[in-house]
C-alpha cells in the first residue's frame, strides 16, 4: 500500500503531559483500556489521536489494536462533538412511541439531513439504542439530562434552554 | 411526617428533580426520602406521604402541585401498596426496590438485607449449590440455565483466581429491570454477588454495564465504597476472614456486549467479539479463570433465596420456571412499568389488565417480548403463559422479560426490517451469517416492501442461515423477530394469509 497523509494530523490534538496521567491512573487495573479510554474521552470530549501510541506503549499494544478497539464501540469519538450531545432513542419501545418521526422532526428543524453536528457546532444529534426509559418512550437525553416523553416542543425547549 | 420520592431516571426523565426543589421549599427541615422506582412509571414522579397511617401514594406529581398535596387539598391515591399495579404483585427481587433509600445501608438491613449473606456464611460450598439448586432459579438474562449448575461448575474448578461477572449490560429495548435494581436497591446486587464469590471461591467481582445508564453507574460506585466501609466488601467479609471485592466497569455503547462471551473480551480491554464456546467461561472466562457470569436479575434473586429458604422461592412459578419473574411492560401501554409476579402469568392479561392496554388507546397489535432479538406476538397468542418452555412452544422466548407493546399503527415489514438493520449495525463481525446476512436481510426485505413476492422464500434461507450458523444469540435469534412478524402478519409482506390450521 502506498502511504497515504495521515488523517490524524487534521485532528485535534491534546498535549501528551495531560494524557499520560489519564493512562497512569488505571495501570493497575484488570483490563484497563476501556477505563483509560472513558477517562480520557471524559476529560477532553474525545479521543486524541496521540492518545493511541500512548496507551499501545503503556499496555504493550500494537497501534492496530488500540484503534481497533477505539472504532469498535460507538461511545468513542475521533473529533469533539458540538457543544451540546442531544441523543434519541431510536429502539423499538420508543418506536412504538414515535420516535422516528420525532428524530426526523428534530433533524429537519436543526438542518441537519441526517445525525450529525450542526454547522455552527451548537448540537451534535446522535441514535442510542435505549436508555432504559421504555415505559416513558419516547427518550432522549441531552448533555447528560434525561427526557421522557419527549416531542418536539419539549426537546426545542430543553434545547433553548441549554443555549 | 416522612416524606418519599423516587429518584429512578425514570423518575428524573419525567422531572423529580424540580418536584423535590418544590418539596424542599415548602417542607424546610422536614427531609424528603429519596427512593428508587415503586416500577409504576405511568406514576412517576411519584411522591409518597407516611402521616402515620402507611405510605399514601400521589402521582404523577407536578412541582405546582406541592403546595396543595401538603395542605390535604388533592387526594391520594391510597397507599401506595393496595395500588392494583403493585397489589396484584409477588415482590421477591424488588422487594425493598423503591421502599428504602437506595445507600442507607442500615434500612437495608431493617428490611430483610444481609440475612442471606449471613446465612450464607455458616454454610459450605456444597451446601449453598443444593439450595440454588433447590431455588429452580435460572439464568434472568434470557437463556434460562440453571444458576446453581453454572455456580457448581466454577466451584469445582481449579485455579488460583475466579471472578464474579454480573451483567449488567442491558440493551435490550423495553427492559430495564436490571436499572432499576441497580437504581434502587444497589447492596442487594453487591449482597448476592458476595453470595456467589463465597459459594465458588471467588474474591473478586466485576459490574459490566452501560454508558446509557449513568445514574446506575453513579449509585452503584457509591453502594460499593459504602459496603466496603461496613465491611460487607473487603478482605474480611461480614468478620468471616473471607475476601469478597467488586467494582464497576462500563461499556462504551456496543449492543453485542451484552452477550457473555462479547462481554468478557470487552471487560478485558478488547474489542467486545463473541468468542466460540466451548471453552465455557465458567472454566475459561475473564483473563481465561474460572468466571460465573449471571445477569443482574439472577444475582439480585440470590439474597432473597438465601434468606427465605429455597422452597419459598421456588414454590412460585409454573412448570420447570419457578419463582419470579420482573417483566417490564413498555412501549405503547398506558400503564407501563415493573410488575413482578410469579411464572405463569398470561400474556394477554399482561399486557389488557395490567397494562391497561395502548398509551394511545388504539388496539394492540402486537408486542415483542424479549428485546430486539425476541418474537412478535400477536393477539392470537396472548393465552401464552409467561414461562421458559411456554414462549418457546410458541416460537419465542421470554429474554430479559421485556414486553413492547405496538397499538395497530405499527408497520411490521418496517420492524423486521429494522431488526435486520440493528443487527447489521451491532454484530461484532466475527461469524458470517451475522455479518454479512443482516445486510442481506435489509435488502431483501426491502425487495419485499418494493413487492417482489418471491423474495420472502429468499429471507425464511436467509434466516435459517442466520440461526443455525451464527455464533452467538445476535445473529442467531435475529430470525425472531423478522420470521414471527412475517408468519403473524404475512399480507404485509405481501403474502395471502393462509387459513387457519
Same mark, same amino acid.
Given at each position: ?163 | 411526617?416522612?416524606? #418519599?420520592?423516587?429518584?429512578?431516571? *425514570?423518575?428524573?426523565?419525567? /422531572? +423529580? ?81 423503591? @421502599? ?13 438485607? !444481609?440475612? =442471606? ?6 454454610? +459450605? ?11 429452580? !432459579?435460572?439464568?434472568? =438474562? /434470557? ?53 456467589? /464469590? ?12 452501560? +454508558?446509557? #445508564? ?41 449492543? @453485542? ?28 472466562? &475473564? ?21 427465605? /429458604? ?5 414454590? &412460585? ?15 405503547? @401501554? ?15 392479561? !399482561? ?18 417480548? =424479549? ?52 443487527? *447489521? ?28 413476492? *418471491? ?24 430470525? #425472531? ?21
Amino acid at each position: 500500500m502506498t502511504s497515504q497523509p495521515s488523517i490524524a494530523r487534521d485532528l485535534p490534538q491534546v498535549a501528551e503531559a495531560e494524557i499520560r496521567p489519564l493512562i497512569d491512573r488505571h495501570l493497575s487495573a484488570e483490563g484497563p483500556l476501556l477505563p483509560m479510554l472513558h477517562e480520557i474521552q471524559a476529560a477532553f470530549g474525545f479521543v486524541p489521536a496521540n492518545a493511541v501510541p500512548l496507551l499501545a506503549e503503556a499496555l504493550n499494544l500494537t497501534r492496530a489494536e488500540v484503534t481497533g478497539v477505539i472504532s469498535f464501540y460507538h461511545d468513542f469519538r475521533k473529533a469533539p462533538a458540538g457543544r451540546h450531545v442531544l441523543k434519541i432513542c431510536r429502539a423499538e419501545a420508543c418506536q412504538s412511541m414515535g420516535a422516528e418521526a420525532l428524530t426526523a422532526r428534530m433533524l429537519s428543524l436543526l438542518g441537519l439531513e441526517d445525525h450529525g453536528t450542526t454547522a455552527d457546532s451548537r448540537v451534535t444529534v446522535e441514535a442510542v439504542y435505549c436508555l432504559g426509559l421504555c415505559a416513558c418512550a419516547p427518550a432522549a437525553m441531552l448533555d447528560g439530562q434525561l427526557i421522557g416523553r419527549a416531542s418536539v416542543e419539549g426537546l426545542e425547549k430543553a434545547l433553548e434552554g441549554a443555549a | 411526617m416522612k416524606v #418519599y420520592l423516587s429518584q429512578d431516571a *425514570a423518575a428524573k426523565a419525567l /422531572g +423529580s428533580e424540580a418536584v423535590a426543589a418544590a418539596l424542599n421549599e415548602a417542607l424546610g427541615d422536614t427531609p424528603v426520602t429519596r427512593v428508587g422506582s415503586r416500577g409504576m412509571v405511568w406514576l412517576e414522579p411519584l411522591l409518597e406521604i407516611d402521616r402515620g397511617q402507611g405510605r399514601e401514594a400521589w402521582g404523577p406529581v407536578a412541582p405546582g402541585d406541592i403546595p396543595a398535596i401538603l395542605a390535604g387539598d388533592i387526594p391520594s391515591l391510597g397507599l401506595t401498596e393496595e395500588i392494583p399495579f403493585l397489589a396484584k404483585q409477588t415482590r421477591l427481587t424488588f422487594q425493598r426496590c423503591g @421502599v428504602i433509600d437506595p445507600l442507607d445501608l442500615a434500612q437495608y438491613e431493617a428490611h430483610g438485607g !444481609l440475612a =442471606g449473606l449471613r446465612r450464607a456464611l455458616g454454610l +459450605s460450598g456444597e451446601q449453598m449449590i443444593d439450595e440454588m439448586k433447590a431455588s429452580g !432459579l435460572r439464568g434472568r =438474562g /434470557g437463556a434460562g440455565f440453571p444458576t446453581g449448575i453454572k455456580w457448581d461448575t466454577v466451584r469445582m474448578a481449579h485455579a488460583d483466581q475466579k471472578y464474579i461477572v454480573c451483567n449488567a449490560d442491558e440493551g435490550d429495548s423495553g427492559t430495564f429491570a436490571d436499572r432499576m435494581i441497580m437504581e434502587g436497591d444497589p447492596f442487594c446486587l453487591i449482597e448476592g454477588m458476595a453470595i456467589a /464469590g463465597l459459594c465458588t471461591g471467588a474474591t473478586q467481582g466485576y459490574v459490566y454495564t452501560r +454508558s446509557e #445508564y449513568p445514574d446506575a453507574v453513579a449509585v452503584m460506585r457509591r453502594a460499593i465504597e459504602l459496603a466496603r466501609e461496613a465491611g460487607v466488601l473487603g478482605g474480611d467479609v461480614l468478620g468471616s476472614g473471607r475476601a469478597f471485592d467488586m467494582e464497576v466497569r462500563v461499556g462504551a455503547g456496543a449492543y @453485542v456486549c451484552g452477550e457473555e462471551t462479547s462481554l468478557l473480551n470487552s471487560l478485558e480491554g478488547k474489542r467486545g467479539v463473541v468468542r466460540a464456546k466451548p471453552p465455557l467461561p465458567a472454566l475459561e472466562g &475473564f483473563l481465561s479463570r474460572p468466571t460465573v457470569v449471571n445477569n443482574v436479575i439472577s444475582l439480585a434473586t440470590v439474597p432473597v433465596i438465601f434468606e427465605k /429458604g429455597a422452597a419459598h422461592y421456588a414454590d &412460585f412459578g409454573l412448570g420447570r420456571s419457578r419463582g419470579t419473574i420482573p417483566v417490564q411492560i413498555a412501549g405503547n @401501554v398506558k400503564h407501563g412499568g415493573l410488575f413482578e409476579t410469579a411464572f405463569g402469568m398470561s400474556l394477554g392479561e !399482561l399486557v389488557e389488565e395490567i397494562g391497561g392496554g395502548t398509551a394511545s388507546g388504539r388496539p394492540v397489535k402486537a408486542v415483542q417480548i =424479549g428485546g430486539p432479538l425476541g418474537a412478535y406476538f400477536g393477539r392470537e397468542k396472548f393465552d401464552t403463559p409467561f414461562g421458559y418452555e411456554e414462549f418457546d412452544g410458541q416460537g419465542g422466548l421470554i429474554g430479559h422479560a421485556g414486553v413492547v407493546v405496538f397499538d395497530d399503527s405499527a408497520d411490521m415489514l418496517g420492524m423486521a426490517r429494522f431488526a435486520m438493520e440493528f443487527c *447489521a449495525v451491532e454484530s461484532c463481525g466475527k461469524c458470517t451469517p451475522c455479518r454479512i446476512g443482516a445486510v442481506r436481510g435489509v435488502e431483501t426485505l426491502d425487495r419485499i416492501k418494493a413487492g417482489d413476492g *418471491a423474495a420472502v422464500e429468499v429471507l425464511t434461507d436467509l434466516c435459517e442461515v442466520m440461526k443455525d450458523g451464527s455464533l452467538c444469540a445476535l445473529g442467531g435469534f435475529t430470525p #425472531y423477530p423478522v420470521l414471527s412478524a412475517l408468519e403473524a402478519f404475512p399480507e404485509e409482506f405481501g403474502q395471502v394469509k393462509e387459513a387457519a390450521e
